[in-house]
């Protein structure tokens, strides 16, 4: 018996355990001849109409086993590609290859729910969400019962080049689908010694007679000052939580189109879209073109949306509210198929596309950050489908969504730290306690200026730092910034005060 280049005695029976998705045929193929792979997928096409042909899998799996028995009685290695997850065919094949004196090999992979499930979406004919949930569901049960059967077991990773070849304890490899993206635009967030990432979100455009040197000049503040994007809010109607309804709101990607001819490295997005105010197949079209155009930092922000009036004003419709968070589930779905690879049909759980022939497509996966902090609904659709949800910033309401979203996130099967923590915070940010004070006053309207403080938490840029690092600590990823008094680029310098003390 001799090592495999791969750190896998050979000859041996290798049997690859882990969820559809998770790299194993990718993992096979980059080690192995063609010859010592036996997959039942590939098996199913032979002996059936497809690879996806279930009523094939008896007959694939009787073909399965009698390659895999008549390999190791020759003593040749053997790869079988299937999910791994049967623990009776486990037993059997270990039983063949322990009769042949062959080492017995499980490649467990442990690939990140949220890579598995990017995988499967981009599939021509994905396995249906909850299918791919209860095998991920089921592998921390199935990694003990390895052991206990007695494999010698190999843990493969993405994102690793280590690897041992440690007995029980496994090792770990390296799939070379999951390699660090090289293209242009694979664009690591900016992360401030806060312990955050911080976001400028843009609402109020006071640009006088110069929008796109206005527009211009904040961006380009913004990098200079260390944040790591750029946000804009969607609404087709200034809401008067920001300013009176006649001042001017741009529509937000026809914006960032503009910003993102700018050289800076700030990831660009909305925060958020309606899903009311765009088909979801021409916001999946939008946001591709904007990762493409800037090279990678395209994110989107997408909620059920609140307003009426603005739907109203424009002839949108606006049904209840169970219909567009219904509408929310169809849009993140219909804009993952269509970032996906390939043109095929795309059948999922709630929308069915006849092809998924959309060009260009992004550069990576934009975050997909979903907005609202309803905690039956909103939040178990960030759990199921969202790279990130957007939750309120004061403490005691940020524990609660915390820990409502990580009980959803168990119910789905997916890891909490897979769905990010973000948070929109509208702070008044003085350059000294007298500053901040006098901004209360021009800023509170009939509010108590008590009131209005303590919901800005009106302060000098040091108070914002602590409060950041209390974020941080409390698992926020991202902070979305948002000044209401934020006239010039000078204010975004002022802001970032918070980021780079002078």
Not at 292 to 318: C, D, I, K, Q, T
Not at 328 to 350: C, D, Q, V
Not at 391 to 416: F, Q, Y
Request: include cysteine; hydrophobic fraction near 45%.
């Amino acid at each position: 018996m001799s090592a495999g280049a791969h750190g896998v005695p050979d000859p041996a029976l290798v049997v690859l355990v882990g969820a559809a998705g998770a790299g194993k045929s990718t993992w096979a193929a980059a080690r192995y001849r063609t010859a010592e792979i036996v997959s039942s997928d590939a098996l199913r096409a032979v002996v059936g109409s497809g690879e996806h042909d279930l009523d094939a899998s008896a007959d694939a799996f009787a073909v399965l086993d009698r390659i895999v028995a008549a390999r190791l009685r020759r003593k040749l290695t053997v790869v079988v590609d299937t999910l791994g997850l049967d623990t009776r065919r486990r037993q059997e094949w270990l039983a063949l290859g322990r009769a042949a004196g062959l080492p017995c090999v499980a490649v467990l992979f442990d690939t990140p729910p949220r890579l598995v499930r990017e995988r499967n979406s981009a599939r021509g004919r994905p396995v249906p969400a909850a299918v791919l949930g209860r095998q991920l569901a089921r592998l921390p049960a199935v990694a003990t019962e390895l052991h206990a059967e007695g494999w010698h077991v190999v843990t493969a990773a993405p994102g690793s080049d280590e690897q041992r070849d440690d007995g029980p304890r496994g090792g770990r490899t390296t799939d070379p689908a999951d390699a660090p993206d090289t293209r242009a635009g694979a664009l690591t967030p900016r992360q401030s010694s806060l312990g955050v990432e911080l976001v400028l979100q843009v609402s109020r455009f006071p640009w006088a007679q110069e929008p796109a040197a206005w527009l211009s000049s904040v961006c380009l503040a913004a990098d200079q000052c260390g944040f790591s994007g750029l946000a804009l809010m969607d609404h087709l109607i200034q809401i008067p939580q920001v300013d009176r309804a006649w001042e001017p709101i741009p529509e937000p990607w026809v914006t960032l189109g503009l910003l993102a001819g700018l050289e800076t490295d700030l990831r660009l997005g909305t925060l958020v879209s309606p899903v009311t105010f765009r088909a979801p197949g021409l916001v999946a079209k939008t946001v591709a073109t904007l990762d493409v155009l800037s090279r990678g930092r395209a994110f989107l922000g997408l909620g059920a949306g609140w307003w009426e009036r603005e739907h109203l004003a424009f002839g949108l419709p606006f049904p209840p509210a169970h219909e567009r968070l219904d509408l929310l589930e169809r849009s993140i779905e219909t804009i993952r198929a269509l970032w996906g690879a390939g043109t095929k049909p795309y059948t999922g759980s709630r929308v069915t596309l006849p092809e998924t022939t959309a060009y260009p497509r992004p550069l990576g996966q934009p975050q997909i950050i979903v907005g609202g902090g309803g905690e039956a609904r909103t939040l178990r659709i960030a759990a199921a489908q969202g790279d990130a949800c957007n939750v309120p910033s004061d403490l005691e309401t940020l524990d609660r969504k915390i820990a409502v979203l990580r009980r959803h996130c168990a119910a789905v099967g997916r890891e909490a730290g897979e769905v990010a923590i973000t948070v929109l915070d509208v702070p008044v940010v003085g350059r000294d306690r007298d500053d901040a004070w006098n901004r209360v006053e021009r800023l509170r309207g009939r509010t108590s200026a008590a009131a209005f403080a303590a919901r800005h938490h009106a302060g000098p840029a040091d108070s914002h730092r602590d409060r950041y690092k209390v974020l941080a600590d409390r698992g926020v990823r991202t902070v979305f910034v948002s000044l209401p008094d934020l006239d010039t680029a000078a204010d975004v310098e002022r802001l970032g005060d918070v980021l780079q003390p002078r």
